[in-house]
């Protein structure tokens, strides 16, 4: 009895490993590297680190066994550029969605009328550079100075691609408006830590402007003045960025244009 017992539980035991599909595969090592610039000044694109920033898709294009390949999405930096070391080796096609005109644009029936995304074999260390047209761009004004606790900041905003160009591109995907062009708010974003954005802030001290309609239109490329909210305690060591974002959303999210993150001391 017991004989038979141990000749069932062998190939009993024989049947499951042989069943069970050994992961072979190797981890992956792969490196993509990128960078974001104006494709009118070469400066790259200040963004945000979070889901209101700029972020990378990868469809893997080698891989058959599934019919639709998956998508495979990271954020990039604050400064512009990303980086991710965890990729497989293979065919890709890589798109970034942020705070510029889509580089894939289709028509609301799914008519592909334009794809600036990027067709490259990843392998090693791969490097790819993406030019773009913010909608914006936002720039400080001399030095940030403080006062009563208070941090008081001066910027300037300044449309980044045309009113013209920007229709002829988003026009063609339907639902066009004028009142997309418009710029809505200003944002003095504040931290104590130097990647400071939207998601990063201090909402004690960060402060906004708003605008109705087309308000901004006049003050494009004049000096504005923001001064945070509260009084920061002394000895404090903060950073500040600017931002400004048109009333227009890509990929269902309207973004932010950024300056470059300063730090201020307050005494």
Not at 2 to 14: D, G, P, R, S
Not at 43 to 59: A, M, P
Not at 78 to 85: A, D, L, P, R, V
Not at 160 to 183: I, R, T
Request: aromatic share 10%; proline share 4%; net charge negative.
């Amino acid at each position: 009895m017991k004989k038979i017992l141990y000749t069932v539980l062998f190939f009993a035991i024989v049947v499951i490993f042989n069943s069970c599909e050994i992961d072979n595969y190797d981890l992956p090592g792969e490196t993509i590297r990128g960078r974001v610039v104006d494709a009118a000044t070469g400066d790259l694109v200040l963004t945000d680190q979070g889901s209101e920033g700029i972020r990378v898709r990868l469809r893997e294009l080698s891989w058959t066994e599934t019919a639709v390949p998956d998508n495979f999405d990271f954020r990039c930096m604050k400064e512009g550029i990303f980086q991710n070391t965890k990729v497989f080796k293979g065919h890709y096609n890589v798109r970034i969605d942020g705070p510029f005109i889509p580089l894939v644009r289709t028509t609301t029936s799914g008519d592909t009328i334009a794809d600036e995304s990027k067709y490259i074999d990843i392998e090693g260390v791969t490097e790819v550079e993406f030019q773009v047209q913010p909608f914006l761009k936002v720039e400080w004004v001399g030095t940030p100075t403080v006062s009563n606790g208070k941090i008081t900041a001066t910027v300037r905003v300044t449309r980044a691609v045309s009113p013209a160009d920007f229709q002829a591109k988003v026009e063609p995907m339907g639902g066009y408006s004028d009142d997309m062009l418009n710029v809505t708010d200003i944002r003095l974003f504040v931290s104590q830590v130097p990647y400071v954005g939207y998601r990063e802030k201090d909402d004690r001290y960060s402060t906004e402007i708003s605008y109705g309609g087309n308000s901004f239109d006049a003050l494009l490329g004049q000096t504005i003045t923001i001064t945070t909210n509260s009084e920061i305690p002394a000895g404090r060591t903060m950073f500040i960025r600017a931002a400004a974002r048109i009333n227009y959303a890509t990929e269902n999210v309207r973004r932010y244009n950024y300056n470059e993150a300063v730090r201020v001391d307050v005494p």
